[in-house]
């Protein structure tokens, strides 16, 4: 799991150290004084999601490490991706103003 803070605070959300193991893999909570709780299913890619046929009920974002094509939401639920795959080439995604703006959404 994603235990380094830096990389937390950038998602806005505490992270669990350890996956519940079912679906959705995480529970997390925003930094804010609400503490809302956010249901994350964690994928390699996000275009997982769909291969896994997962119930979007359950879920409010889908945190992959790779995103493969323009997509920015699965069935209405954002993907936030480390990485997204231009042609051949992964490009980081952290740090874009695109991340930013839909973490604040």
């Given at each position: 799991m994603l235990r380094n803070d830096w990389i937390?605070?950038?998602l806005g959300f505490k992270l669990p150290t350890t996956s519940n193991g079912r679906f959705p893999d995480i529970t997390a909570h925003t930094y804010d004084q609400y503490k809302t709780k956010i249901e994350v299913e964690v994928e390699y890619k996000a275009e997982h999601f769909i291969i896994h046929k997962h119930n979007t009920v359950y879920c409010d974002l889908i945190l992959s490490f790779i995103r493969?094509?323009?997509?920015t939401n699965i069935s209405g639920i954002p993907i936030w991706s480390f990485y997204k795959r231009i042609k051949d080439k992964l490009i980081y995604t952290l740090d874009e103003d695109i991340?930013?703006?839909n973490r604040r959404k």
């Open positions: 937390q605070r950038k493969s094509n323009k997509n991340f930013d703006q």
